[in-house]
Each structure stands twice: as structure tokens, then as C-alpha cells.
């Protein structure tokens, strides 16, 4: 039997996820010396993961890698197939018997709750639906949003929450001529919210914003930036980590926030205001959410372990519209084991473990599915060079026989219509083409069928 990796024999590999993580593995192994044949199967019809439909629409520069990852899905060792989905069109076990090895790069789809009454009534949302929703997500294409109201609570304090009041917080005219979906700005252009609480259950210092998101907060055309003074009073260990080198981003956004605090109103139709050290405790209302029950809290423990206490104190916030952002978690697929109190896939050095802490041979994860939703876009390379890394080193180990690959995955022949990479070129230039006619780097098709009647449509 020829070696595993050789010309006769090359490393058969299927990744699962189309977006950062999977891209990146995939250049690792066609990166590898060994002879690979790559096949990365996606749900939906297009690629890009995140980078497609979770950067926000107003940040085109992170959309930048979308090139790199173009370059190697023209590798002539690497497939695409997308409008497939594992475990349900193709079963797991049927994977493992096609390919030396299996990555699980599926990332995190699913929402954290709050885990508080109130958290399902009308007007209370998750960030994941809204930011999908602008970016033209099929899976929330449909979903409507109450922008009738004035006042919107964000519980969280990180990137995507920024993304969510950013683009509740701009003006039709600085979001129109971004990739921002139709359906999304035709609905913001009649919103009539004005004031944007954004919440954090720590202080200032413990804020999760990067530096340059929460700055262009302090930029909007039409909206000011609130920040009363006296939430800006640190505790001793919070000051201490300001003199740590891992605590130089989190002094950098307090200054930020002390410049904000500084500023006069100059009113602005919007108003958009930082509060920390509250929790919820409800939601309250009569079938629609009417106010936010808030607890105020302490921080307690050491620097950089500090954890947020209630005080027994009440807040009451007015809102009529809620949006949770408190974190990812990744969902199941049958046949592979799954941490659901985490939301990822158990996993040591990249490898995927069984219950007991044993490791399945030739089934591996990177990115989000693996560590839970932290870093930004770049993460995932390191993440996913690591986790290839430990497939690598298991190749002599693997079972070396020859495998099919997606030529003998006979799920597929009877499954929905698989979309080529040359199918996605030619979704991806009708996207743009639309968007030529709107001002717009592309006008993005937004439901599975009207991406796959572009690939029947007679092309010019």
C-alpha cells in the first residue's frame, strides 16, 4: 500500500465551514508537502462564513481576507461544496468512511441566553438575528425587528454588540452605500429609535470592545455619546490591571470612554449611552417588553479575575426593544461528540475527544467550534495551523487505505443541488452587479433559491 500524503495515495481531508477557520486549515494542509486533496462542504450556497455574514457592513476593510481565502479555494487540490449540511444531508459516518481525516470548522451559530423571565417576549431579540438580518443571512432573511420604539437596551459589551449600535445609532445616508441588505435599510430608514442603552454587568476597565470600535462610536454623524463620570470611578484592582501589559487595550478604552464623558451634547437626533456594572434581571411587560429590571453591581476578587456581585440594588430602564449579545455557542451534529454547557466540540490540541477524554481517531476541530467565540478574524489562523499541526503528526497513524472523497459520497446524489466554487463566481457576480445599479459594493441575494436560480439563469 503506497504511503499516506503520496501521489498514489494523497491525505484525503473534509472540512466542515466555509468561513475563517476552515480557509485557514485548508491552506495549512495545501500548505503541508504532503499530497492533499481538500473538499470543504458549506450549508449554505456561498462561502465565507463570518466574513460574509457577520462582519458589519460599514467595516469593508475586514472583509479583506476574502481574497486570501479566494486563492485557495482556486487550488486546484481543493473543492468547494456548498448547500450541503452535515448531519443532515450527509451523515457523519458517512464522511469518516470517504476521508483520512475530518475538521469540524463550523464555528459558533447559536446564541447565549440570559436566562431571565422576560427574555422571550416581543421586542427581545439576539444580536446573532439582527446582525444576520442586515447582512442578508437566508436564515434571517424573514425575521422583522420593532424599530417603532425609542428606547434599545444591548446587554454586552464587545465588538458585536458595538455592531449592533452602530447601526441601529447611523443614518440612511452612511450606511447606504455599503454592502448593507436592502430589506435592512429600507426598514432603519423609518426607525424612530433615539436613545441606545449599552450595558455591562463589570466596569469600564472589563469592557470587551477593541479600541477602534469603541472610538467609532464617538463618530456617528447624528447620534452622541454618553458617558456619565461618576461610572468612571475604578476600584483599586481595576487600576492594577491598567499597569499590566494584557490590561493595555482595557486602558486605552477607558480613555476613550473619559473623552466621551468630557463631551457636551450637541443634540443629536440620537443618543446613545455606556452604563456598567448592571445586570438584568428581567424583562418586563405585557407581551411585549415595556422596561429592563436591572441589578446594580460590585466587582469582587483580584485584578483580572474580577467577577461582577449584585448588590441587592433595583434599576428600572424604560425600553421597548432588547438585544442580548452576551456570546456564541456552537450546536451539535449528530455523530460528534458535543459540550453543551461550553457550545463547542471536545477537543485536546485540536483532536476531537470522546466522554471519557479519549481521542476519535481522524476527527479534529478548529476555531470557534473548538474554543468557544474569542479573537478576532486573524485568531483563526494560528487556531487552525495548530489543529492541522496535530492531524499531521497523525498521519502515520491514520488509517492509510485509499478513500473516495466526495466522488463516493452517495448521500450527495440524492441530496439537494451542490454548489462548485465556478457556481459561487457566478452568485458572487450577480451579487455585484446588483449592487452596481444601487451605489453599493454588491447588493447580496439573501435566500437559498435566489442564489441557486442565478446557476439556471441564462449568463451574458
Request: hydrophobic share 40%.
Amino acid at each position: 500500500m503506497s504511503s499516506l500524503g503520496s501521489e498514489p495515495n494523497p491525505l484525503r481531508v473534509a472540512i466542515i465551514g466555509a468561513g475563517p477557520s476552515g480557509f485557514y486549515a485548508a491552506e495549512a494542509l495545501l500548505k503541508s508537502g504532503l499530497t492533499v486533496r481538500v473538499d470543504m462542504f458549506e450549508r449554505l450556497p456561498v462561502p465565507f462564513g463570518l466574513v460574509r455574514h457577520g462582519v458589519a457592513p460599514d467595516h469593508p476593510k475586514l472583509k479583506e481576507a476574502i481574497p486570501v481565502y479566494d486563492r485557495i479555494a482556486r487550488a486546484p487540490e481543493f473543492r468547494f461544496l456548498g448547500n450541503v449540511t452535515v448531519g443532515r444531508d450527509l451523515p457523519v459516518a458517512e464522511l469518516r468512511a470517504a476521508y483520512h481525516a475530518v475538521v469540524f470548522s463550523c464555528g459558533a451559530e447559536s446564541d447565549r441566553r440570559l436566562g431571565i423571565p422576560g427574555e422571550d417576549l416581543s421586542g427581545s431579540y439576539t444580536a446573532t438575528e439582527f446582525v444576520g438580518w442586515y447582512n442578508g443571512h437566508p436564515d434571517f432573511r424573514d425575521r422583522t425587528f420593532d424599530l417603532d420604539q425609542e428606547v434599545a437596551v444591548i446587554i454586552g459589551q464587545g465588538n458585536v454588540a458595538a455592531d449592533v449600535c452602530r447601526i441601529l445609532a447611523k443614518t440612511v445616508d452612511e450606511l447606504k452605500h455599503t454592502d448593507i441588505a436592502e430589506h435592512a435599510l429600507d426598514a432603519l430608514a423609518g426607525s424612530r429609535v433615539r436613545d441606545i442603552h449599552v450595558i455591562g454587568r463589570r466596569g469600564p476597565a472589563q469592557a470587551k470592545f477593541t479600541a477602534k470600535e469603541l472610538k467609532e462610536l464617538g463618530e456617528l454623524e447624528d447620534a452622541d455619546v454618553l458617558v456619565d463620570p461618576a461610572e468612571l470611578v475604578l476600584n483599586p484592582e481595576s487600576l492594577a490591571e491598567f499597569e499590566e501589559r494584557k490590561g493595555a487595550g482595557a486602558k486605552k478604552n477607558f480613555e476613550i470612554l473619559q473623552a466621551f464623558a468630557a463631551r457636551a451634547r450637541s443634540g443629536r437626533r440620537r443618543r446613545v449611552h455606556f452604563r456598567f456594572l448592571l445586570s438584568p434581571l428581567e424583562l418586563q411587560g405585557d407581551r411585549h417588553v415595556e422596561r429592563v429590571l436591572l441589578e446594580r453591581n460590585r466587582l469582587s476578587g483580584p485584578a483580572f479575575e474580577q467577577s461582577a456581585r449584585g448588590t441587592g440594588e433595583r434599576v428600572e430602564l424604560d425600553a421597548g426593544l432588547v438585544f442580548r449579545s452576551i456570546g456564541y455557542k456552537g450546536t451539535a451534529i449528530e455523530g460528534v461528540p458535543f459540550d453543551a454547557r461550553k457550545g463547542i466540540f471536545p477537543t485536546r490540541d485540536g483532536r476531537i475527544v470522546d466522554s471519557t477524554g479519549a481521542v476519535i481517531p481522524g476527527l479534529y476541530a478548529s476555531g470557534w467550534i473548538k474554543r468557544g467565540p474569542t479573537g478576532i478574524i486573524g485568531t483563526n489562523r494560528a487556531d487552525s495551523v495548530e489543529t492541522v499541526a496535530s492531524l499531521l503528526a497523525d498521519v502515520a497513524s491514520l488509517d492509510a487505505g485509499e478513500r473516495s472523497g466526495a466522488d463516493g459520497l452517495g448521500s450527495l446524489r440524492h441530496g439537494p443541488r451542490v454548489v462548485s466554487y465556478q457556481d459561487w463566481l457566478v452568485i458572487d457576480q450577480a451579487e455585484i452587479s446588483r449592487g452596481q445599479r444601487r451605489g453599493k459594493p454588491r447588493e447580496k441575494l439573501t435566500r437559498v433559491e435566489e442564489m441557486l436560480a442565478q446557476l439556471t439563469a441564462p449568463q451574458p
